[in-house]
Every structure is written in structure tokens, then in C-alpha cells.
């Protein structure tokens, strides 16, 4: 059974930071692109940032860049989401995705397997 997890939110000050772990199970990650995704309430579901099977690419949203970092351990069957001067307007249910082939948008109705979200606050 495919599974994707999602671990690591939290409640964190602004500019603070936090660590976003995508742990997929079932199956290996080598092959698919990974997407992480958030949605606020009242909000449309938006892609924040996209990372390629092997690596080499990455897309970020215009409001994270410069501020998060996606990257993956394919040997721990990992993504993670690096998320550094957090801002109260990121507050969303984060989640991650996996999609094989590696779409060419980084766009959640482009992915077909979700894990369930993990609740990231930034208040003070």
C-alpha cells in the first residue's frame, strides 16, 4: 500500500523555522517527483515548492523563495521541506505528494498520492 506521511509541523514564532518530513512507505520514492503543498482555511489548495525523481530540479513558489528548501534522502525514502523565516500568512496544512512520471507543473492537481497534512501556525 502506498503511504506518504507527513511529519514535523508545529506552532512557531515568526521568523522562526521549521523542518517538513515526507516519509513514503509502500513503495520507493526513486522514481516519483514529490510535491509539497498547503492549503489555509478558506484558501485554495497552492503548490509551494517541487522537487524532480532525481534531484536536479526544483520550483518554488514566488512567496517561499529564498525562504524554504526542498530537498530528498532517496535512501531514507525522504523529502524534506527546510523552512526558515517563517511568516504568519504560511500558517496552511502542509502536505506532500508523489507523481510518476515527474509532472512538468508543479500544480497539486497534478499529483495523484497525498499523505494526510501536518498543521504548521506561525504566531507570535
Request: proline share 4%; aromatic share 12%.
Amino acid at each position: 500500500q502506498l503511504q506518504l506521511v507527513e511529519s514535523g509541523g508545529g506552532l512557531v514564532q515568526p521568523g522562526g523555522s521549521l523542518r517538513l518530513s515526507c516519509a513514503a512507505s509502500g513503495f520507493t520514492l526513486d522514481y516519483y517527483a514529490i510535491g509539497w503543498f498547503r492549503q489555509a482555511p478558506g484558501k485554495e489548495r497552492e503548490g509551494v515548492s517541487c522537487i524532480s525523481a532525481s534531484g536536479g530540479s526544483t520550483n518554488y513558489a514566488d512567496s517561499v523563495k529564498g525562504r524554504f528548501t526542498i530537498s530528498r534522502d532517496n535512501a531514507k525514502n525522504t523529502v524534506y521541506l527546510q523552512m526558515n523565516s517563517l511568516k504568519p500568512e504560511d500558517t496552511a496544512v502542509y502536505y506532500c505528494a508523489a507523481q510518476f512520471p515527474s509532472p512538468r507543473t508543479c500544480v497539486w492537481s497534478r499529483y495523484a498520492y497525498w499523505g494526510q497534512g501536518t498543521q504548521v501556525t506561525v504566531s507570535s
